[in-house]
């Protein structure tokens, strides 16, 4: 930098503030997460001011309403354009409306929905003293088997307050993959983050274990973000800004202003390297690779069953999302840094999900095990740095997604007097009593395994071929491998369900109320959908596949 | 014109489709369907041929192009038909003799009561083998090649009651799979080095490629053609397909079937015509096969054996013309249509004999016929005389011919391959003299009940038990078996000296399959001179053996040749020792390996994977502080790496 250069900048600086400009929201663009996060501000109000028995009612009017008119303003501002040709940054540099941000708005908004749906689902549980009840404890600060709890049981109170909770969970994740600077990413973490915490711990049964689950949780994931937000504070301290495409400029360079105050510190390589990767190991914390999984089996396990399949879901969705925008828009010049350690990170994901669900016995770890294996998969789109790699996570995302809220809309159903039948001793035999619950079950399996005609292994195709055309030959191979062993345990479920003698005492399937069955029909439909003709949407996840910078 | 190619092969494919698809109701009517269609086909076949003989001999072939089968970029199907003199000889011959067979199940058949199934099956493989002939390309070729493949299964299995019936038809369907693997990989090899299986541009493109890939699709045809025509090292599956009715022997193992592999060969002559390691394994197989299956001929007591023996042998004599290329070519064809008449006379004089004599097969239990089936004995004759090239009858035109041609080959590969013509010329006269007496002649060993000898006593036990076998009552059989035997009678006579004298046949065929005048060493008429006698010879020897001294019910037990003989020159056993059992060995130590190689590696994968999940199991160790740990370390070695990989 020139000495004229630099003493321009000072004399910038040193001229008086003038103004604060008010600043600029494009609120049709912001539309979906606005309407969402407004929707979860009513339903608090709701809870303040409707008589207990209509809350229940109104909750789950509110927040159907108001996820189908934020899924309705995402496909309207897709239609125009706004995913391709008019994609912007809009609310002065803090978020961007651009393909994947909308792609990934929608199946959230989608896996939103279907999650409402199993939430609102009464009919699973015998009716106690009157009262149908939902998966959510009667009164979650009542301690378990206390007098108040019974109390609270008996007089039919339940937990409604899971409706604006799941609704700011919502609103947080349409804003993480579309946040534009590491403020706006950081907030988006922590406002869809603490919800979560919060609906860990509500379960109806098993309530310690639940409780539990979401302590770990918590701790945990305020231990992510300690991470998070200091590799934040190191990238500003490099850059001097928090934003996005100016982070980027100072990578490749071709930054024009620089802040004076940070003229010493910037460009220091060290801060960029550290922080990013304490950055990147925040997200990786949030979609479950290894080494930062621990978490996952624990959570979605002692979790209730429908938060697991909302979360296993929508996170995965939102993380990654955050994840590629932030390795494709701010850190692409640094791609040669991160690509080995990527790497390095996708195949001990891949691997180690798949070996450690060999032993599993209970059909929720498996799944969280599934679900890291998967992780690692998603991982090797990441990796691929090119537009392939981006559409074929994002199809991969859309397609895990509804699967995932499928299966454990399915595990719901399993049921014996201690509530959810986990242990997959007790799944045996269960294609000769229930073949159509077992059928679709065994759909969703096959689409884990990646079994051609379902949605799995559209997804794996895509994602392994643009690694492989992005040169990561090795990470295909690995991805094949896990993809074999990681088939054994799936596989062994079915054979567990159709070719095992059903136990004498074993679970019951519930009959469950449209509102289950619409999302496990979705899941069913979905899967097979894009399993045998995925074209339509494989162009649609090419199209949505551009980053606006 | 050319649209009538396609009623060819979908007149008798309706057929069978109506037959089999049609059920009960279709019971009494079925075998009538069945023959007019058949009818039909030779009726359309002698329309196109009267349009063919009225244009110029080049102007002759026809084309239809029914529709894209396979219309993929690189990779062009058509099905589409080609009708030159070739096909326009093969398509009289199987629809002529395929009517009047089917007049002849007409009465053969009267009593079985899945008649209307056997007439479907009849008309399936007539659509099949039209098709086979008819094609335009290999691909479409080899549907006919398989589709005439299952009927003949199904037609040797008809009678599925009887274990050997049916053990017989799954023997023919295997062995022959041997073969159409050969003509699968030649259409592969044509793909793969022409980029295309139609009949012109793959014969068109023989002249610049080299000689080493001509042999290999040379050799691989070679392989289809011993399948399909009952040649060594393939040929075994043909005696035992006698176990089938007589008119499907009459009809696929005597006139047409097993002229597929002529067929091919000739069809592919330009293919050879550049490979002459090819065309001495043709020859080379004919020739073998020609005396392997007159010497069989001459061992088997059983009448329809005897014949399968000599269509083996016949069928050798037309491998061997046609692996001597073009001075060879017309005469394969001339030999195969003659042969279509006679042997399928005799086939049918089998039947009719077996007819009388309540389905009895053994010669040994014939004798003295003559007087009691006239009309049977008269045609059968007649066959006979034209087999054994009975100076003027049709077998003598072609039979000679190629003797001629085989000496003309020259150099000591001549002398070799017309010396083995020849004496199997003598042993044709020597075995189907020996089939005459044994049957027509002599003392008429029916009418004492069979005895069976101490010496054996399982011969035939089944004589003993049922009282109907113990007395045959020979009769002549009813009009609509003798008819057509009295047509190919005049086939079996005529036909030759027609084709043979003023070369018509040759010119009515060269313009396909092009024909050079071999120049034998020694004279023509030295040739024929000695062809005669031969066949006189033959004829004496088997007078002396059979004619002049009474014949012995039960058979001697014979010279070390004659048991070998009997036992199909012991093919069976020789298939069994190497093939089966090798085959049995090498199935065996395969499992072997995969028991203990294959799933040792993968049950220890297995085993491993198991064992390592276990272990990382215990680090999920349900505490927050280890798995917070955990993460710290992983971030650790996180920034560890991306800062090494910047300094690296």
Redesign the interface.
Known sequence: MSATAVHSLWTMAADPIEKIDAPKIEYGQLSPTLIVIGAAIIGVLLEAFVPRKSRYYAQVFLSVVSLAAAFAAVIALATRGYGTTKAGIVAMGAIAVDGPALFLQGTILLAGLLGVFTFAERRLDPVAHGNQVDSFAAQAASVPGSDSEKAAVKAGFTTTEVFPLLLFAIGGMLLFPAANDLLTLFIALEVFSLPLYLLCAVARRKRIMSQEAAVKYFLLGAFASAFTLFGIALLYGYAGSVSYATIAQVVDGSIENVTPALAGTMGNDALLLIGAAMLVMGLLFKVGAVPFHMWTPDVYQGAPTPVTGFMAAATKVAAFGALLRLLYVVLPGLSWDWRPVMWAVAIVTMLGGAIVAITQTDIKRLLAYSSIAHAGFILAGVIATSADGISSVLFYLGAYSFVTIGAFAVVTLVRDAGGEATHLSKWAGLGRRSPLVAAVFAVFLLAFAGIPLTSGFAGKFAVFKAAAEGGAGAIVVVGVISSAIAAFFYIRVIVLMFFSEPKPEGPTVAVPSPLTMTAIAFGVVVTLVLGVAPQYFLDLAGQAGVFVR | MENLIALLVAAPLLGAAVLLCGGRRLDAVGHWIGTVLAAASFVIGAILFADMLGKGAEEREMTQHLFSWVPVEGFQADVAFQLDQLSMTFVLLISGVGSLIHVYSIGYMEHDERRRRFFGYLNLFLAAMLLLVLADNYLLLYVGWEGVGLASYLLIGFWQHKPSAATAAKKAFLVNRVGDMGLSIAIMLMFAWFGTFAFGPVLEATGETSEGKLTAIGLMLLLAACGKSAQVPLQSWLGDAMEGPTPVSALIHAATMVTAGVYLIVRSGAIFNGAPDAQLAVTVVGAVTLLFGAIVGCAKDDIKKALAGSTMSQIGYMILAAGLGPIGYVFAIMHLVTHGFFKAGLFLGAGSVMHGMNDEVDMRKYGGLRKYMPVTFVTFGLGYLAIIGFPGLSGFFSKDKIIEAAFAKGGTEGWILGGVALLGAAITAYYMTRVMLMTFFGEERWRHAPTPSPAEPSVEPAAETHGEHAEPHPHESPSSMTIPMIVLAFGSVFAGAFFGIGDRFIHWLEPVTDHAHGHPPVSALTVTLSTVAVMVIGVGVAYAQYGRRPVPVAAPRGSLLTRAARRDLLQDDFNHVVLVRGGEHLTRSLVYVDHTLVDGVVNGT?AS??G???R??R??N?F?R???V??F???A???A???L??AV
């Open positions: 297995a994977m198991g390592l999940s276990g990382l199991r680090l999920q349900g927050a280890s798995y917070a955990s993460m370390g992983g971030a070695v996180l920034i790496a991306t800062l990989m910047r």
